[in-house]
Nanobody
């Protein structure tokens, strides 16, 4: 059974930075895409927003609201995916989820329903 464990969330002031980590029990190369999603307060599971994804080949894609501020990366040796978040604002407050997809139907796996495994989520709160 594949397990994804997120860490690194917390409380940060506006303009600050955080780095989230997602440790995978299997190999990152087992999956075609690794993604970070977020679920804002009061939103339900069906409203999760893509933050960033990275493909097996190393290509990345970002949600419009985080482009230029967030960076996704991975450490293959550690089977870990990271999300570096800079210039955070209150609008970034959410629970952040790591997800893994084996879907090969598109270059970038955007829709949450194509992700097979999810972590438990880590809370990010941006507030002064």
């Amino acid at each position: 059974q594949v397990q994804l464990v997120e860490s690194g969330g917390g409380l940060v002031q506006p303009g600050g930075s955080l780095r989230l980590s997602c440790a995978i029990s299997g190999s990152v190369f087992s999956f075609n895409s690794m993604g970070w999603y977020r679920q804002a307060p009061q939103a339900d599971e069906n409203q999760r927003e893509l933050v960033a994804l990275i493909t097996k080949g190393g290509s990345s894609n970002y949600g419009n609201s985080v482009k230029g501020r967030f960076t996704i990366s991975r450490d293959n040796a550690k089977n870990t995916v990271y999300l570096q978040m800079n210039s955070l604002s209150s609008e970034d407050t959410a629970v952040y989820y790591c997800a893994a997809s084996s879907y090969i139907g598109s270059a970038y796996v955007i829709r949450p329903r194509y992700y097979d495994y999810w972590g438990q989520g880590t809370q990010v709160t941006v507030s002064s």
